[in-house]
């Protein structure tokens, strides 16, 4: 996910994320997953702000390590 510079801080991120939260619980997702890289330490401290955890699952991309982040949803 990404925000224009402009608009950060705005809270749009985190209306995007409920979003996309509702729609998976409505489909009965109970379990959410993304991906990202150390040199995105913002986002890191989003996800974990908005309850997301490290899986414990790296893998490669491109040559850096991909963190899977995790959420179970109500």
């Not at 990202?36 to 986002?43: F, G, I, N, S, V």
Request: proline share 4%; hydrophobic share 35%; aromatic share 10%.
């Amino acid at each position: 996910m990404a925000v224009c510079p402009s608009m950060r801080g705005k809270g749009i991120a985190a209306q995007l994320l409920s979003r996309a939260e509702a729609e998976l619980g409505s489909r009965e997702c109970r379990r959410v997953t993304l991906d990202t890289t150390e040199p995105l330490q913002r986002a890191m401290r989003f996800y974990e702000k908005n309850g997301y955890r490290r899986s414990g699952k790296v893998s490669d991309f491109f040559g850096m390590p991909l963190i899977e982040y995790q959420k179970f949803l109500s």
